[in-house]
C-alpha cells in the first residue's frame, strides 16, 4: 500500500499541526490544540478510525468558529487554518480507506470496486475543496497537490473517461436572442486596438468599448460550449453557488428591492450542470419556439424557456457568480489568457490590487435570465463573453443622482431596476443616460472604474472578468 507520507503534499498537509498548536496554545483555543495534537498523534501511531473521530470533531469546532465572527473579513487566520487542517484530514482518512480497497477487496466485481474507489476519491477531493474555499490562501500550493494526486487515481474509475478524451470536440448551439427592447446597441466596437490606442482613447477618458477579435486563440470559446468537458475537467469540484427566486442578488441589502431570497450552497460544478445548466431536472415544459440544442450525450445549455420551466417547478435559478475559479482549479485557467491590454496603468487612484500587476480573474456561469443588478466596480473591468451573449446597461459615475445609490458599506450598488423603474419613487431615473449592447460571443466589454452597469444573460452564459489597476473609489451618494 501507498504510504501517504511518500506524497510530499500529503506530508505537508498532515504536518500542519506543529506550528499551528503553538499558536491556538498562544490564543489560548485549548480545544483545538488538543484535537490537532491528537490527530498528529492518531496519525503516527497509524490509528485511523480515532483520527477520523477527531479529525469530525475538529471540523465541527472550526465550522462554529468560522460562522461566530459578524463578517467573513472578521474571522482570524488561525480560525481558518484549522478548518483547511481537518479538511485535509479527513480527505487522508478518505485516502487511506482508498488504499485499503484498492489493495484488499480484490473478490469484488470490478465495476462495484471502481463505484466504492471512485466514492472515495471524490469525497477526498470535496474535502481538499471546502480547505481551498474556507481556508487561507497559503494553502493553495498544498491543496492543488493534493487535488493532483486524487484526480490521478480517480480518472481510471472512469469508463467513459478514455473515450472521451480522444474523442473530437462536439460544440453546442446556443440560439441567438430574440431583440431586446430598449437595447439600443451604441457601445462601438474596435477590432483589436494597438495597446497605445486603448489606453489613450479609452483608459484614461474613461470611455467604454467593445473589442472584438481578441479571444480567438481561446481555447475556451471551443470547449466550455461542451458541458461533458466541463464535467470530465471540474465536475467534481466544489464551488460556491448562488441559489434562490427572482433576479440575482436581489434583496440583499440595505436599500434594495425585496424581491427574492437568495442563499449560497456549495456543490460539485457537475451537479450544477445537470440541475442548473442542462435542464436535465427543468422537465418537458417549455415555450413555444425555444428549444434546446442537443449535445453530446445528451447534454445540452438549456435555452430560456426551459430554464424559465424549471424556475416555475423549482421556484430556483442558480448562479455561479464572482468567484476566483481558475485560482481553483488551474486546468481551466489554461483554457483563457489574460489580455494585454490588463497590462495597462493609468496614474492616480489609491492601493493597487494587493501587488501591483496583479489581475484578479472571476467566472460567471449560469443559465439564461440570471442577472447582475446596477453596481460600480473601483478597477478597470473587462468583460469576456465565453458562451452565450448578455444585455449590458452602463452609466457614466455623472449619472449617479439619478440611480439613487444605496447608503453606507452598499453605496455602489443602485436601488433601481432599469428593467422594471418605479418612476414614483425614483423619478431622476427618468432623466438617466445610458449606453447599451448585446455582449455576443467573442467579444470583450470595456467597463471603466466606477460606471455603473446592470448585466442579464439572454441565453445560457459562461463570462470571465478582469480586475486590473489601482483602485478607485467615489463620492458617497447624496441621501435620496
Known amino acids: 500500500m501507498e504510504c501517504l507520507a511518500d506524497f510530499p503534499a500529503w506530508r505537508i498537509a498532515l504536518e500542519e499541526p506543529h506550528e499551528l498548536c503553538q499558536d491556538l496554545r498562544q490564543e489560548g483555543s485549548l480545544l483545538c490544540g488538543s484535537l490537532c495534537a491528537g490527530c498528529t498523534n492518531s496519525i503516527q501511531a497509524g490509528d485511523w478510525t480515532t483520527v477520523e473521530a477527531l479529525g469530525r470533531e475538529l471540523e465541527e469546532v472550526a465550522w462554529e468558529g468560522l460562522h461566530s465572527s459578524p463578517a467573513w473579513r472578521d474571522v482570524t487566520v488561525t480560525t481558518r487554518r484549522v478548518y483547511a487542517y481537518s479538511q485535509f484530514i479527513l480527505a487522508a482518512v478518505q485516502a487511506v480507506k482508498f488504499q485499503q480497497e484498492e489493495d484488499t477487496d480484490t ?26 474555499l474556507m481556508g487561507p490562501p497559503s494553502i493553495k500550493g498544498v491543496a492543488n497537490g493534493l487535488i493532483e494526486w486524487a484526480e490521478q487515481r480517480l480518472r481510471p474509475c472512469k469508463p467513459e473517461a478514455a473515450q472521451f478524451l480522444s474523442s473530437r470536440p462536439r460544440e453546442l448551439r446556443v440560439k441567438r436572442p430574440r431583440p431586446v427592447e430598449g437595447l439600443v446597441g ?199 463573453q465565453v458562451v452565450g451573449s448578455k444585455a449590458v446597461r452602463l452609466f457614466a459615475p455623472s449619472e449617479s443622482p439619478c440611480l439613487y445609490p444605496c447608503q453606507g458599506l452598499l453605496r455602489n450598488n443602485s436601488r433601481v431596476d432599469p428593467l422594471r423603474p418605479d418612476l414614483a419613487r425614483f423619478p431622476l431615473f427618468a432623466r438617466a443616460n445610458s449606453q447599451t449592447c448585446v455582449l455576443e460571443e467573442g467579444e470583450m466589454l470595456y467597463i471603466p472604474p466606477l460606471w455603473w452597469h446592470h448585466i442579464q444573460a439572454l441565453s445560457p452564459s459562461f463570462s470571465v472578468s478582469f480586475w486590473w489597476g489601482r483602485r478607485r473609489e467615489g463620492a458617497d451618494p447624496a441621501p435620496g
Not at 456543490?267 to 428549444?291: C, H, K, N, Q, V
Not at 445549455?301 to 430554464?307: I, L, R, T
Not at 487612484?349 to 442577472?371: I, R, Y
Open 107 to 132: 473478490n469484488t466485481s470490478t465495476q462495484k470496486r471502481s463505484s466504492v474507489v471512485s466514492t472515495r476519491l471524490k469525497e477526498c477531493i470535496r474535502r481538499i475543496d471546502m480547505a481551498l
Open 186 to 384: 451604441d457601445i462601438p466596437r474596435l477590432a483589436c486596438p494597438s495597446l497605445d490606442a486603448f489606453l489613450e482613447k479609452h483608459m484614461v477618458p474613461q470611455v467604454p468599448v467593445i473589442l472584438t477579435q481578441c479571444m480567438e486563440h481561446w481555447p475556451a470559446l471551443r470547449r466550455w460550449r461542451d458541458m461533458d468537458y466541463l464535467k470530465e475537467v471540474a465536475g467534481e469540484r466544489v464551488v460556491p453557488v448562488e441559489v434562490g427566486s427572482g433576479t440575482y442578488m436581489a434583496g440583499e441589502g440595505e436599500g434594495l428591492e425585496e424581491e427574492g431570497a437568495w442563499g449560497q450552497e456549495l456543490m460539485p460544478l457537475g451537479d450544477f450542470i445537470d440541475r442548473y445548466m442542462t435542464g436535465a431536472e427543468s422537465g418537458p415544459e417549455s415555450r413555444e419556439g425555444d428549444a434546446s440544442s442537443a449535445g453530446p450525450g445528451g447534454q445540452t445549455w438549456a435555452d430560456g424557456g426551459e430554464v424559465e420551466a424549471g424556475r416555475r417547478e423549482t421556484g430556483c435559478r442558480a448562479y455561479l457568480a464572482q468567484h476566483e475559479l481558475f485560482e481553483q482549479i488551474p486546468a481551466l485557467q489554461k483554457d483563457v489568457w489574460v489580455p494585454d491590454y490588463c497590462a495597462l496603468e493609468v496614474e492616480g487612484g489609491e492601493e493597487a490590487l494587493e501587488e501591483d500587476g496583479l489581475v484578479v480573474t472571476n467566472a460567471w456561469f449560469g443559465p439564461g435570465g440570471t442577472v447582475s443588478p446596477t453596481h460600480t466596480d473601483p478597477y478597470h473591468n473587462l468583460l469576456a
